[in-house]
């Protein structure tokens, strides 16, 4: 597995470098955004650890510049930014995880190896590709939603909470359920970000549509089924 490490601090860059290689990984290491572009693009890397405090760039620009080039690298965010709206815009810009600096080798390891997993298990031919609910279809290979054959254009974070929802159709989740799972991130009671997220994709996948697919329970969660 070919790991780039993004980070600016040259101490910290070396060290994580040092310490992945003896665990058997190749790593390479980019102080710059400028410097990880030319390594996305030309260096065949499977995983970045990307600092959101760049000289030239905002990691968050990055990310998404990432996505742009390659909607598979997957993508650990470090920041020593540890606010519930830095972890979101982390998130929205497409990263697959987010670790608070300091933090423990061991702990890096661990998020690394689940990705692994992930990645293996998306590669499985014996795993479904496709979530299908009604003539709503999410394509998690392609990272692509379509309803009645119509592409809809979503972000990133929305295609995991379908897929959340898809995973558990018929079910009501709670608020607090949906943000650990999904976000890895305690919601706390009065935040609105749930709600905020649910509407959008309503607007996207139910408004034009007799048949609806995202359902309330009030004051307890929401859920996925069909519903005229």
Known sequence: M???VVEDE?????SLKRGLEEFGFQASVALDGES????????????VILDVNLPDVSGFTLCREIRTRNAYIPVIMLTALGTIENKLSGFDAGADDYLMKPFEFSELLARIQAIRKRSIQANN??????????????DLREKSVSRAGHPINVTPREIALLEYF??????VLTR???????????????????????NSLRK??????????IHTRKGIGYMMKVEA
């Open 36 to 47: 990880a572009r030319r390594a996305i693009d030309f260096g065949d890397i499977n995983l």
């Open 125 to 138: 031919p014996l795993d479904a590709s496709r979530l299908i609910l009604a003539d709503l279809v999410i």
């Open 204 to 213: 996207k996948i139910d408004n034009d549509f007799s048949i609806k697919l």
């Open 10 to 14: 040259l101490k910290l860059a070396v």
């Open 176 to 198: 607090n359920e949906i943000a650990e799972n999904v976000w890895d991130i305690p919601v706390d009671s009065g935040s609105n970000l749930i709600d905020v997220y649910i």
């Open 166 to 171: 898809l995973r558990h159709q018929g079910t």
């Open 2 to 4: 070919r790991i780039l």
